[in-house]
């Protein structure tokens, strides 16, 4: 199948992410939101993206048009149902997902490829949801999607080898840089990076250090871009706990039993960037 038309379900900060580079990338995009007021005013969030690019003069104005004008935003999850590709970028609960993947396997048109943007859950559960196992795969990618290179490609044990193609074909031509990756919980990078950002949150409330400090340190010693608190209030205090939750679930490793300050933060609504508290205020 070639894709030319593709679905994004979630219209959160990776959701319209995503449609944006599928966008750039000349692909027609249906945007899909539970309300048509979230759709649209996510529509209106991509154009003022698209706008800032223009204003740094990384794209033309006329072009920005363009890319806008291939991305309808949707309540409906039928309209979804002419895509290539789906991903579904909805919150991290495999309930929620599983039911989701339900719906589109319902509503989606038969050889389509039905795929997950989860960071850490088991991608063959939302393909057991489905009567298309073999068409669902993990399609990961990273925040802030239009910057980020990375997309991990997830293949569940259901997957065949022309979807996972296909997969490969889609990311590439978004000029992604893919990797590949068995389904296990965290994939590669969250595997890795969860362990580390769980530890400096242990070095904090030890009373090791302050969240400056950590950051620093981290900054300074090992020529990071970003501190490990600072990057978990950009990825979400609640997002990050339920991937240490799903990663400690399946390998019962200490190193990913979350601490309790980050599970009491969550709990107080102190998520992060998102809520303007978490480790730091914003």
Do not use: W
């Not at 895509?83 to 719906?103: A, G, H, P």
């Amino acid at each position: 199948m070639t894709i030319t038309r593709v679905g994004v379900v979630g219209s959160g900060i990776m959701g319209s992410g995503i449609a944006q580079v599928a966008a750039q990338s000349g692909f027609e995009v249906v945007l899909r939101s539970r309300s048509q007021a979230t759709a649209d005013a996510t529509l209106a969030a991509l154009g003022k993206s698209l706008n800032k690019l223009v204003d740094k003069g990384r794209m033309e104005a006329d072009a920005a048009a363009m890319v806008l004008g291939r991305v309808t935003a949707v309540e409906d999850l039928a309209a979804l149902a002419d895509c290539d590709l789906v991903i579904e970028s909805v919150v991290e609960d495999l309930d929620t997902k599983r039911e989701l993947f339900t719906q589109l396997d319902a509503v989606v048109k038969a050889g389509a490829i039905l795929a997950t943007n989860t960071s850490t859950l088991p991608v063959v559960e939302m393909a057991m949801a489905t009567q298309r196992p073999d068409r669902v795969c993990g399609i990961h990618f990273f925040n802030p999607a239009p910057m980020m290179a990375l997309v991990e490609l997830v293949r569940p044990l259901t997957a065949s080898d022309e979807t996972m193609a296909e997969a490969l074909a889609f990311a590439s031509e978004c000029g992604k840089s893919p990797v590949h990756v068995t389904d296990q919980a965290g994939f590669i990078v969250n595997a890795l990076l969860f362990p580390y950002l769980n530890n400096a949150v242990r070095l904090l409330e030890n009373g090791v250090a302050s969240a400056e400090d950590i950051d620093s340190a981290m900054k300074g010693g090992c020529n990071f871009p970003m501190g490990p608190l600072a990057l978990l209030d950009l990825v979400g205090l609640d997002t990050s706990l339920a991937i240490l939750d799903a990663l400690y679930a399946e390998f019962r490793d200490a190193n990913y039993a979350a601490v309790p300050v980050l599970r009491r933060k969550v709990a107080a609504g102190q998520l992060g960037r998102k809520s303007g508290q978490g480790f730091y205020s914003y």
